[in-house]
């Protein structure tokens, strides 16, 4: 008959439940996605621009070999420009919502909007 000392192996099972479940932890830091890109910010200079007006739209991610693509809801907001950095113009009245995507060479994207608004 084998004796077990039961306290010893009662301990032994839970440092090893511990060990099963540290391993199997992953832990993300980035969304689902995006990679090693990190998108800090998207910024515009002046969120209130008047029609023809130009503001800087920026751009700050971190990651490699980075491309960004630059989008406006709404067909007649104008970008000038490519990169991280755009200058953006509007051509009649309305709120336009300003999507940059940032891809890697791998595929992985992360995605911001920022928004710019007509004023007199």
Do not use: R
């Not at 023809?52 to 970008?79: H, M, P, R």
């Not at 991280?84 to 051509?91: A, D, G, Q």
């Not at 791998?106 to 007199?120: C, F, G, M, R, T």
């Amino acid at each position: 008959m084998i004796k077990v000392n039961f306290p010893n192996f009662i301990s032994a099972m839970l440092i090893l439940v511990v060990l099963v479940m540290v391993a199997g932890c992953k832990k993300d830091t980035q969304p689902s996605g995006t990679g090693n890109i990190e998108f800090v910010s998207l910024v515009v200079e002046k969120d209130n621009v008047a029609i023809t007006e130009l503001t800087k739209v920026t751009a700050t991610a971190i990651g490699d070999n980075l491309t960004y693509t630059w989008k406006c809801d709404n067909e007649l907001g104008i970008f000038e420009g490519s990169g991280s950095e755009v200058l953006f113009t509007i051509c009649h009245g309305g709120k336009f919502k300003i999507t940059c995507e940032v891809k890697d060479k791998s595929n992985h994207q992360a995605i911001k909007d920022a928004y710019v608004n007509y004023v007199e």
